[in-house]
């Protein structure tokens, strides 16, 4: 937005300079992105009449004026304009001056005649692209007057950055009541007053709110036999000064109060609303329905535009159609035309986000939806209305109705706040006295009333964890403060004490270290995990993805999760980005099944995935645990002579899985065959600990990876993240270096063919007890010299005894006890 240095000065006074000025506004909240002086361009420019013209006697097309500046000699100029005449006031650049364009006057000789200045074009001054002709001033401007002060540039135009909470500064007044705050001068706010005359405005028009949700307050007024013309040259000097376009009087009184007040407004022509309600009988009456459109219905905007509206747009009709769209722009049907002779005054209020909505949908911006979506305020509706009113009068004659329309079904009473001194100057770390917070809010103009002494809280009392030993519970009085209409971005008791800090200068408040130890944070065992887990995925050649957390429905069925998988019980989008976007996550795995076949599609065939993040359970309790999941299909290893590429196996998954479970430092779980849909039957497993399922892990079903358009096999994990934290142990527990020696002993047995490998592993450990250290599976075998149905399993035993030694006698019979147990309850034969 941009303000004048001088139009400000109209709202208060003040001393700052430009630069001061800027500084000031920007340190309470509202920052100056640049200051510009227009005038400074036209240096050496005035306001010149010309006297006489003759030919010039050796060109045709140049003729030679005498031209008064105001100074004692005439100059002669040679001009070639083809509107140049004598008697017009047109600009003069003076030998010496430069102009936008850089052009440096001199004294010249033309085709043999002197020149001593030259007359402007708009263009060649830079006030527009007009090049026409020379640029006509109006005939009462003083002769030699500098063209800056006639055309109202010799000013400071400051271009401010104001944040979407501060709506309330988007006026000159606005703007002023921060200056009253940091000087303490008054406000000179305009003093309306005009004269109504007998018609009553209730004989003239009607307003209807039929959607008070989206129109809270909408307020009109009637001034009949206005007459259509120019502004006058001050309104439209300032108008231009903020870089509004002049339209007609009408328009432009809308706009000055616009940048005056912060209140947009809009004139109809009265005559051009319709008196007819919906194919009824027409009465006298020219009425305002504010409505939401009918869905499919059109609006002819005045950009001439006409637009598709929807039901969710609010729009200001008459008995019969709409006639603009509600806080963006008014409607061309019912524009001011030089034909207008009464007008129909609007000052509303509208629901914020209605208006934002609709301009973005629209792709609209206008001064009004700028101001109305950011919350304006309802209660200057009428006193923007009354200013606007009272100039019409002024600039365009006519008279106004008697009496005001103002429909206000959505009054809601001003923001209270209870507001301690103790707590402004425990928050702030200042010693303010109570006058001067007062005196601050009473300038921003706060309403405050002095309540009760009450026993002023501690620190804590505060809801602050800590204490100050100097902060001694005091009788103290508190205040009641009333939040002006205007500051909706006020509504806790820290806001008025950020109002106060910003007042009284953030530069003032002293810079103090804190006190006290600072406490070591405790670990948190799931950053631990997650930082352990993490680690261990990336060393092993794994990547990273990030997925969306929202996910296509579809997944699940690409993913064979059975029917009544509550996983499939996915909560839903109200606004999805698309249809393939529409729920949230249940499990990670259709992402980075998705992240294969795009790597892929990309030949990119050496996939190595694995994601940590959040999952969307619906339940009463809305949860969202955290899992850890992987894939990897492809290719492994290097592509070199020591490391060549080969497809991954199972036992790849499976060592990925046990290196998670190894970091964590979880050592006793057990694997067990799954019937999960997703996976391979019978290539696949459980990781459990106790009766809980902390994960699972396997070969992708074949039917997973034809939904997936994966040629070749793919293996997945999936961690409880929770699960991993819950049994997780950092403790690192020294245990001394054994001196009594170990024992290691090879066992073969034939098994089951359905037997699990991990089934001997676990009789193996509990009929050893202690004195097994550990069984490691070596190796599988299937086919000549081993029965059909059955499977020859290896397993390396070492046993050892951290008190003694033992001997081949007790070994021997502990390796007789191990085998008979095996084939007692597994039917396991020793391999000859």
């Known amino acids: 937005m941009n303000v004048t240095l001088n139009w400000l000065k109209n709202y208060i006074d003040f001393e700052f300079s430009a630069s001061e000025l800027a500084d000031r506004l920007t340190m309470l909240g509202i920052e100056v992105e640049s200051i510009k002086q227009p005038g400074v361009e036209l240096e050496g420019v005035v306001v010149g009449s010309v006297s006489t013209i003759k030919p010039h006697p050796n060109a045709d097309k140049l003729v030679l004026c005498q031209v008064d500046i105001g100074e004692t000699a005439e100059?002669?100029?040679?001009?070639?304009?083809?509107?140049?005449?004598?008697?017009?006031?047109?600009?003069?650049?003076?030998?010496?001056?430069?102009?936008?364009?850089?052009?440096?006057?001199?004294?010249?000789?033309?085709?043999?005649?002197t020149s001593e200045g030259m007359l402007c074009s708009e263009k060649e001054l830079a006030l527009s692209e007009d090049a026409a002709g020379l640029m006509e001033l109006a005939t009462d401007i003083p002769?030699?007057?500098?063209?800056?002060?006639?055309?109202?540039?010799?000013?400071?135009?400051?271009?401010?950055?104001?944040?979407?909470?501060?709506?309330?500064?988007?006026?000159?007044?606005?703007?002023?009541?921060?200056?009253?705050?940091?000087?303490?001068?008054?406000?000179?706010?305009?003093?309306v007053d005009f004269t109504e005359d007998g018609t009553d405005v209730r004989a003239m028009t009607s307003v209807t709110i039929a959607a008070p949700d989206l129109c809270p307050r909408y307020a009109a007024r009637v001034i009949r036999g206005v007459k259509i013309g120019q502004s006058p040259p001050w309104l439209q000097q300032r108008l231009a000064s903020v870089g509004i376009g002049v339209i007609n009087n009408i328009v432009d009184i809308t706009n000055f109060v616009l940048m005056e007040y912060g209140q947009p407004l809009h004139a109809f022509d009265y005559h051009k609303l319709s008196a007819v309600k919906h194919g009824l009988a027409s009465c006298a009456l020219r009425r305002i329905v504010v409505r939401r459109a009918v869905s499919g219905e059109k609006l002819k905007t005045l950009d001439e535009v006409e637009r598709e509206l929807t039901s969710e747009m609010l729009v200001i009709a008459d008995g019969e159609k709409p006639v603009a769209l509600a806080g963006v722009m008014g409607g061309y049907d019912s524009e001011i035309t030089e034909a207008t002779c009464d007008v129909l005054l609007e000052s509303a209020y509208f629901n914020p986000s209605s208006i934002r909505a609709t301009a973005k949908a629209l792709g609209m911006s206008t001064e009004a939806s700028y101001r109305f979506e950011?919350?304006?305020?309802?209660?200057?509706?009428?006193?923007?209305?009354?200013?606007?009113?009272?100039?019409?009068?002024?600039?365009?004659?006519?008279?106004?109705?008697?009496?005001?329309?103002?429909?206000?079904?959505?009054?809601?009473?001003?923001?209270?706040?209870?507001?301690?001194?103790?707590?402004?100057?425990f928050v702030l770390g200042t010693a303010l006295e109570t006058a001067t917070m007062e005196e601050i809010l009473k300038r921003l103009g706060f309403g405050i009333e002095e309540s009760r002494p009450e026993i002023a809280p501690t620190a804590v009392g505060f809801g602050i964890e800590e204490s100050r030993p100097e902060i001694a519970p005091t009788a103290e009085c508190t205040f009641e403060v009333t939040v002006p209409s205007f500051r909706s971005d006020v509504t806790r008791e820290i806001d008025l004490i950020e109002e106060i800090a910003r007042v009284y200068g953030y530069d003032n408040i002293p810079t103090t270290l804190p006190k006290g130890d600072i406490p070591v944070p405790a670990p948190d065992p799931?950053?631990?995990?997650?930082?352990?887990?993490?680690?261990?995925?990336?060393?092993?050649?794994?990547?990273?993805?990030?997925?969306?957390?929202?996910?296509?429905?579809?997944?699940?069925?690409?993913?064979?999760?059975?029917?009544?998988?509550?996983?499939?019980?996915?909560v839903p989008l109200q606004n999805p980005l698309s249809p393939e976007m529409s729920v949230l996550r249940t499990t990670l795995l259709p992402g980075l099944l998705e992240n294969a076949q795009r790597n892929r599609n990309h030949q990119i065939d050496t996939i190595a995935l694995f994601e940590i993040g959040s999952v969307f359970i619906r339940s009463r309790e809305h949860k969202e645990p955290e899992r850890v999941s992987g894939v990897l299909a492809g290719q492994v290893g290097e592509g070199v002579y020591s490391h060549p590429y080969r497809h991954p196996d199972f036992y790849d998954i499976k060592g990925l899985v046990e290196g998670v479970l190894e970091v964590c430092g979880i050592a006793d779980y057990r694997l067990q065959k799954t019937g999960a849909l997703t996976f391979h039957p019978g290539r696949n497993a459980a990781v459990l600990l106790g009766d809980r399922q902390i994960g699972i892990f396997g070969e992708a079903h074949p039917e997973v990876l034809e939904n997936y358009d994966l040629p070749y096999k793919a293996y997945l994990f999936d961690f409880d993240m929770e699960a991993l934290v819950d049994a997780a142990i950092f403790a690192k527990r020294f245990e001394p270096i054994s001196v009594y020696p170990k024992v290691e002993r090879d066992l073969a047995i034939v098994v089951n063919k359905e037997t699990l490998s991990d089934m001997p592993t676990e009789l193996i450990y509990k009929t050893g007890g202690e004195l097994v250290e550990s069984v490691r599976l070596f190796d599988v075998y299937e086919g000549e010299q081993v029965p059909e149905g059955k499977k020859s399993l290896a397993y390396t035993i070492i046993y050892h005894s951290a008190s003694e030694t033992l001997t081949d006698k007790a070994v021997n019979a502990l390796h007789d006890k191990v085998v008979k147990r095996l084939n007692e309850e597994l039917g396991a034969e020793l391999r000859m």
């Open 143 to 191: 002769v030699g007057t500098p063209l800056a002060t006639a055309l109202g540039l010799d000013d400071t135009v400051f271009e401010l950055e104001v944040t979407p909470n501060r709506p309330d500064c988007l006026s000159l007044i606005g703007v002023a009541r921060e200056i009253r705050a940091e000087t303490g001068n008054p406000l000179k706010l305009p003093q």
């Open 526 to 570: 799931k950053v631990e995990v997650r930082r352990c887990v993490k680690q261990f995925l990336l060393a092993s050649g794994m990547m990273e993805a990030l997925n969306y957390s929202f996910s296509n429905p579809n997944s699940f069925d690409q993913i064979r999760l059975a029917a009544d998988n509550p996983l499939r019980n996915a």
């Open 75 to 113: 100059l002669q100029i040679v001009c070639g304009a083809p509107n140049v005449r004598e008697g017009m006031l047109a600009p003069v650049a003076t030998i010496g001056a430069t102009l936008p364009m850089g052009l440096t006057i001199k004294r010249a000789k033309l085709r043999g005649e």
């Open 374 to 425: 950011r919350g304006a305020d309802p209660g200057i509706v009428l006193a923007a209305l009354d200013r606007a009113a009272e100039l019409i009068t002024e600039l365009a004659g006519g008279t106004i109705c008697k009496g005001i329309v103002d429909v206000y079904p959505g009054e809601q009473p001003l923001t209270e706040i209870r507001l301690r001194p103790g707590r402004v100057n």
